[in-house]
C-alpha cells in the first residue's frame, strides 16, 4: 500500500494537493478537517464540540481524530492506500496511526512537509475565507492562532517521521502544479 501523509501548516496546500494526488495514484482521501466540518454540518455533538475549537483556532482533543480516522480505516479496506490531510497533527496521533496501520499489517510509506512563511499561509486562507463558507478563515488573528498552534504542537511530528527516515520537505510557495510535480517525484522514488 501507498500511505503519505501530507503535512504542512495550516493554507500550506494539504488540501490542495491531496485532490490532485488521490487522482493521479487512486488513493483514498481522510482529511481530519473535512471530517470535522462534516460532523459540523450534521450538527452531532461531536461536531457542536469540535467547530468551538476550531473557531477559535484550536486542535480537536487526539482521541476525536483518531477515532474518526479508525473508522475510517476500517470501511476502506482494499484499497491501493491513502492520503492522510491534516492528520497526525500531534505525536500521539502518530503513534496511534502507526499502530492503527500495523493492524492492517502495512505503515506510513513518507511524510511529505509543505514549507510556507506564515504572511503568505495567512494571506492564502484570508483570500479562501471571502468565498468560501469556513468560518476559521475569516479572522486574521485566529489565523495566526492556527499557525502558532502548528508551531507549538503540529511541528514536533517532522521530528517522528525524520526518525523513521520517512521525512522529506518541499518549498510550498510556487504554482499548484509545479508543486504537485515535487511531490510525486518524492512518491515515485519511494514507489521504485
Ligand atoms: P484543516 O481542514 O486541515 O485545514 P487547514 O490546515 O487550515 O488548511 P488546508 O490544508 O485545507 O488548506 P490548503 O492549505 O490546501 O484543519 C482545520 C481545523 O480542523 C484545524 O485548525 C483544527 O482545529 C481541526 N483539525 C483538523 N485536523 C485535526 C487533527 N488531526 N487534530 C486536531 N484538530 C484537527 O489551502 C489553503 C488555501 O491556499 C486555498 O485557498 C488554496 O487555494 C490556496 N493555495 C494552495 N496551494 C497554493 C499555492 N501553491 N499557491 C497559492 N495558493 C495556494
Known amino acids: 500500500m501507498l500511505n ?20 493521479r495514484y487512486n488513493l483514498v482521501h481522510l482529511s481530519t478537517g473535512d471530517l470535522l466540518r462534516s460532523q459540523i454540518a450534521q450538527g452531532t455533538e461531536l461536531g457542536l ?11 480537536v482533543p487526539d482521541e476525536v481524530v483518531i477515532g474518526m480516522i479508525e473508522s475510517q480505516l476500517a470501511g476502506n479496506t482494499g484499497v491501493a492506500g491513502f492520503i492522510f490531510d491534516g492528520f497526525p497533527r500531534t505525536v500521539p496521533q502518530a503513534e496511534s496511526l502507526d499502530a492503527l496501520m500495523q493492524r492492517y499489517d ?7 512537509a509543505l514549507e510556507v512563511a506564515e504572511e503568505e499561509l ?22 495566526r492562532k492556527r499557525v502558532t498552534v502548528y508551531n507549538t504542537e503540529t511541528a514536533q511530528v517532522a521530528g517522528f517521521y525524520a526518525a523513521q527516515h520517512k521525512f522529506h520537505a518541499l518549498n510550498g510557495i510556487g504554482g499548484i502544479d509545479e508543486i504537485f510535480q515535487q511531490i510525486c517525484t518524492i512518491i515515485d522514488q519511494h514507489q521504485a
Open 4 to 23: 503519505i501523509v501530507l503535512f504542512g501548516p495550516p493554507g500550506a496546500g494539504k488540501g490542495t494537493q491531496s485532490q490532485k494526488l488521490i487522482a
Open 49 to 59: 464540540r469540535a467547530k468551538k475549537l476550531m473557531d477559535e483556532g484550536l486542535l
Open 106 to 112: 502495512t505503515g506510513v510509506s513518507c511524510m511529505i
Open 122 to 143: 495567512v494571506k492564502r486562507l484570508l483570500e479562501r475565507g471571502k468565498t468560501s463558507n469556513r468560518t476559521d478563515d475569516q479572522d486574521e488573528t485566529k489565523i
